[in-house]
C-alpha cells in the first residue's frame, strides 16, 4: 500500500521560513494532485494548498503570497515553501494524495 511521509518542520521565529517535504510512494504520482492540510490546537483539519498533475496551484486565503506548493515529479516529492511564518500558521502539516492514507504529519511551531 502507498504512503505518504511529510518532513521539514520544527520551530520557527515569528517572521521566518520553513519549507516542508512530502514524499509519496505506491502511486503514479505524475498523476495526483497533490495537497498540503494542516491542523492546529483545538481546530479542525483546514485545506492550506494543492497542486494538480498540471502544475496548477490553489491556497487557503491566509497563506496566499506567503506560502508556495510545488512538485517535483521525478522525486515523488510535493513541497510547501512557508515564508513570513506567523503563530496563527502553528499546526500539524500532513501532505495527502486521493485514495493514500494519513501520514504522521509534520509539526510546525511559530514562537518567538
Known amino acids: 500500500q502507498g504512503q505518504v511521509v511529510e518532513s521539514g518542520g520544527g520551530l520557527v521565529q515569528p517572521g521566518g521560513s520553513l519549507r516542508l517535504s512530502c514524499v509519496a510512494s505506491?502511486?503514479?504520482?505524475?498523476?495526483?494532485?497533490m495537497a498540503w492540510y494542516r491542523q492546529g490546537p483545538g481546530k479542525q483539519r483546514e485545506l492550506v494548498a494543492v497542486?494538480?498533475?498540471?502544475?496548477?496551484?490553489n491556497y487557503l486565503d491566509s497563506v496566499k503570497g506567503r506560502f508556495t506548493i510545488s512538485r517535483d515529479n521525478a522525486k515523488n516529492t510535493v513541497y510547501l515553501q512557508m515564508n513570513s511564518l506567523k503563530p496563527e500558521d502553528t499546526a500539524v502539516y500532513y501532505c495527502?494524495?486521493?485514495?493514500?492514507?494519513w501520514g504522521q504529519g509534520t509539526q510546525v511551531t511559530v514562537s518567538s
Open positions: 505506491g502511486i503514479i504520482f505524475s498523476n495526483y494532485f
Open positions: 497542486i494538480t498533475n498540471k502544475g496548477t496551484t
Open positions: 495527502s494524495a486521493r485514495g493514500l492514507p
